[in-house]
């Protein structure tokens, strides 16, 4: 039902997405009076430049990733004429929501792309309707994929209102781990100190709620469907409590505790805690090499949590064969 591919498309499609929701955001959050004059001179001009230099490399990232997904889906589904019915297919389903809320996030992506490269000549009011637009097409294509998976009530671990929100939330955490490691490789991290002290405090809190969310999320699960009560239970309750189990201590609680726990959540965390307390009294600029180390390794750890939820997350729900005696 779901192969690796499609594990890989929802990763890299809340990735893509999530970031390009992080840089429309930054963009609304720029200093005014740079954009305004880098629109009249399509961001050519020395106040200007510092900022196209920052989201040319993460808008060109974020759909490099956001293409990606879409291949991955396309690679999965096999066939252009079930892709091109979802294109004219009316809006009754999420799956058709999220192919064009995608399709327009990268058509958006794009656009913004050429305007910071200085294409074409735009205004401001243009501009920032461009970013506002690119962060309500990017906030729908971060949701849906959680909508898509809750809305399977024959998957009990999937069904329910938890799993959006662990999604979005999860796809702006990765988002932010992309835009960070493209500032620093770009250079920018540096340029941007500020900023990205702010988006190193912002993750933090996603962190911090994925963690909250993922607890909740299983213990709801657990609790709704009998908990260790055996009396009574369906094949629905137990499929539940096996699905819950195999993530706690069965056979995807390796990935949950290592990958996602460990990797993804805890030593993100940490990382970013050590971060922010050395850069507390100093922006980013002033940091040393060790900082942008700090601010890749836990990009890197976040990008690899992102990944093993997603893909324990389908495995554990897909993974029960149920029996009941009757």
């Known amino acids: 039902m779901f192969s690796e591919l499609v594990v890989a498309y929802l990763f ?96 958006l992506a794009a656009a913004m792309l050429l305007v910071w490269l200085g294409v074409p000549s735009v205004s401001l009011p243009l501009f920032r309707a461009l970013a506002v637009l690119l962060a309500a097409v990017s906030f729908v294509a971060v949701i849906y994929t959680g909508l898509l998976l809750s809305g399977m009530p024959s998957v009990p671990l999937w069904f329910g209102p938890w799993l959006p929100g ?54 709801a699960a657990w609790l709704e469907h009998g908990g260790s009560a055996s009396s009574g239970a369906t094949p629905t309750d137990a499929a539940a409590l096996a699905s819950v189990a195999s993530l706690l201590n069965g056979a995807c609680s390796l990935p949950f505790w290592g990958g996602l726990v460990l990797v993804g ?22 940091a040393s090499l060790a900082s942008r180390a700090g601010l890749l390794a836990s990009a890197g750890c976040v990008l690899v949590g992102g990944a093993c939820l997603r893909a324990v997350v389908v495995a554990a729900g897909m993974l029960p064969v149920v029996s009941i005696p009757f």
Not at 75 to 101: E, K, M
Not at 179 to 202: D, E, L, N, Y
Not at 267 to 286: M, W
């Open 12 to 107: 890299l499609g809340g990735t893509g997405a999530g970031a390009l929701l992080i840089a429309a955001v930054l963009m609304l959050l720029a200093d005014e009076r740079a954009v305004s004059r880098g629109v009249v001179v399509r961001f050519r001009d020395n106040g200007s430049a510092a900022y196209r230099r920052l989201f040319v490399p993460i808008l060109v990232a974020s759909l490099v990733v956001l293409v990606l997904g879409a291949l991955c889906l396309a690679a999965d589904v096999g066939r252009l004429d079930r892709i091109l019915l979802l294109a004219v297919s009316s809006p009754s389903n999420y799956l058709v929501v999220g192919f064009w809320a995608l399709l327009l996030c990268g058509t």
């Open 166 to 219: 662990l999604f979005a939330i999860s796809a702006l955490s990765c988002g932010v781990a992309l835009v960070g490691m493209v500032a620093v490789f770009s250079g920018m991290a540096t340029v941007f100190g500020r900023t990205m002290r702010q988006v190193v405090r912002a993750d933090m809190v996603l962190l911090a709620l994925e963690a909250v969310v993922v607890a909740l999320w299983l213990g």
């Open 265 to 286: 959540l805890a030593a993100p965390f940490a990382i970013e805690t050590v971060l922010a307390r050395c850069n507390a009294r100093k922006d980013v600029a002033e």
